[in-house]
């Protein structure tokens, strides 16, 4: 098992930037890519960003990608994600998750393990 804990969302404006964390214990941390996934109100779950186990890849939702940065600290079993230039369509539940596929967690699947989520909002 994996428990995995977000953290650091919040209200902001258009334009800031945040940073959330997903704290991880359990299972070697170190063995699992990670994801970063959000769920805006009456939308589907959409993929925001991935990373592999030894942080040397990354890969990220278009809609993303040059503002958003997804990071891990393998030794203090925690990964990132820094949002910068927000837009309220930013607004959602962010989910962290783990799972030992690199093909499933760059695509954004089903992953293994979920936490429990964190609300970011952008005000415009």
């Not at 997903?22 to 805006?40: D, E, I, K, P, V």
């Not at 592999?52 to 600290?73: E, L």
Request: a positive charge.
């Amino acid at each position: 098992q994996v428990q995995l804990v977000e953290s650091g969302g919040g209200l902001v404006q258009a334009g800031d930037s945040l940073r959330l964390s997903c704290a991880a214990s359990g299972r070697t941390f170190s063995n699992y890519h990670m994801g970063w996934l959000r769920q805006a109100p009456g939308k589907g779950r959409e993929f925001v960003a991935a990373i592999t186990w030894s942080g040397g890849s990354t890969y990220y939702a278009d809609s993303v990608k040059g503002r958003f940065t997804i990071s891990r600290n393998n030794a203090k079993n925690t990964v990132y994600l820094q949002m910068s230039s927000l837009k309220p369509e930013d607004t959602a539940v962010y989910y962290c998750a783990a799972d030992r596929s690199w093909s499933l967690a760059r695509r954004g699947g089903d992953y293994e393990y979920w936490g429990q989520g964190t609300q970011v909002t952008v005000s415009s």
